[in-house]
């Protein structure tokens, strides 16, 4: 069974430009969560998505949003770039969402960099 | 709100010898979900082991084990026989649960590094 994939791997944008990430997940998952990762904030949770509903929401400013389509893939916005989004963006997979616990399953990450 | 911290933001273990990585964490839940991830040079990260709150008996998974202490919230993850492979940056996460709204987000760790020694 495949893996989580993103696409891309790297990105370079400049200030004010945006950009969309994309996701998919392993086959039957349903689940899509998409954290931010820096050297010095760690792993910060950015939002959730299930059956094309966003569940669950971090503390990001409205420049970051996201979706997920029928087939589970799910892409990431972020618009108006600022230097501070230069950042490894990972996309985490599981079977569903909810109380039950479902591992979550990470992809490689998209390396954003903004000039 | 909750909060994940690990106060070693880099180890240096010797081959075959075994360390301890420190977390500690808040919240005012009873019930939730500790994790210890492991994300390699390659950056796909991977589960190491988890521990449910419920349980008094501390999770293991081969070589990795943790001690979990509900009370002083704290959860250390331990490796034994340090391996060249174990080298890597090592997040502890903990996973909300909000029972009315059946939501949950994870809430991570700023990671330490860790570095095995041949």
């Known amino acids: 069974k495949a893996g989580v994939t993103q696409t891309p791997r790297y990105l370079i944008k400049t200030r004010g430009q945006q950009v969309t990430l994309s996701c998919s997940p392993i086959?039957?998952?349903?689940?899509v969560s998409w954290y931010q990762q820096t050297p010095g904030q760690g792993l910060q949770f950015l939002f959730e998505?299930?059956?094309?509903?966003?569940?669950n929401k971090g503390n990001f400013p409205g420049r970051f949003s996201g979706r997920q389509f029928s087939n589970s893939r799910s892409e990431m916005n972020v618009s108006t770039l600022e230097l501070g989004d230069s950042a490894l963006y990972l996309c985490?997979?599981?079977?569903?969402?909810?109380?039950?616990?479902?591992?979550?399953?990470f992809g490689p990450g998209t390396r954003l960099t903004v000039l | 709100a909750q909060t994940v911290t690990q106060s070693q933001p880099e180890m240096s273990v010797q081959e075959a010898e075994t360390v301890t990585l420190s977390c500690t964490y808040d919240t005012s839940e009873s019930d939730y979900y500790l994790f210890w991830y492991k994300q390699p040079p390659s950056r796909q990260m991977i589960l190491v082991i988890r521990q449910e709150a419920y349980k008094q008996q501390n999770a293991t998974e081969n070589r990795f084990s943790v001690n979990f202490q509900k009370a002083a919230k704290s959860f250390s993850l331990k490796i034994s026989d340090s391996q060249l492979g174990d080298a890597a940056m090592y997040f502890c996460?903990?996973?909300?649960?909000?029972?009315?709204?059946?939501?949950?987000?994870?809430?991570f760790g700023t990671g330490t590094r860790l570095k095995v020694l041949a």
């Open positions: 998505y299930f059956s094309e509903t966003q569940r």
């Open positions: 996460a903990y996973r909300s649960q909000a029972p009315t709204s059946g939501t949950y987000k994870y809430i």
């Open positions: 086959s039957g998952h349903r689940s």
């Open positions: 985490a997979s599981s079977l569903a969402s909810g109380v039950l616990y479902n591992e979550q399953f």
